[in-house]
Nanobody
């Protein structure tokens, strides 16, 4: 089992940057694919990015490709989401998730464990 805790959210102006962290408990973190999702008020949770268990494969939604970078450090049991060139439409609660699929899923249904979320607000 894995417990996830996100941090690093906050208020930033458009064009700015934030780095989200996801700290995981458990000794089997390296066996999980990791994903980042976000949910804005009144909207469904949407895929942002994902990374394979070894970090060799990464996937991004079209809306963040080229601006966001997902990474992980299995020695530290952590995953990260570097967000650059932030836009007001990036405002949402961001969640990290862990799943056992070999190829990281784009659907929330592909992840078994979730963090509590961290708020990101981008002002115009």
């Amino acid at each position: 089992q894995v417990q996830l805790v996100e941090s690093g959210g906050g208020l930033v102006q458009a064009g700015g940057s934030l780095r989200l962290s996801c700290a995981a408990s458990g000794r089997t973190f390296s066996s999980y694919a990791m994903g980042w999702f976000r949910q804005a008020p009144g909207k469904e949770r949407e895929f942002v990015a994902s990374i394979s268990w070894g970090g060799g494969s990464t996937y991004y939604s079209d809306s963040v490709k080229g601006r966001f970078t997902i990474s992980r450090d299995n020695a530290k049991n952590a995953a990260y989401l570097q967000m650059n060139s932030l836009k007001p439409e990036d405002t949402a609660v961001y969640y990290c998730a862990a799943g056992t699929r070999t190829v990281p899923a784009r659907s929330p249904l592909g992840y078994e464990y979730w963090g509590q979320g961290t708020q990101v607000t981008v002002s115009s």
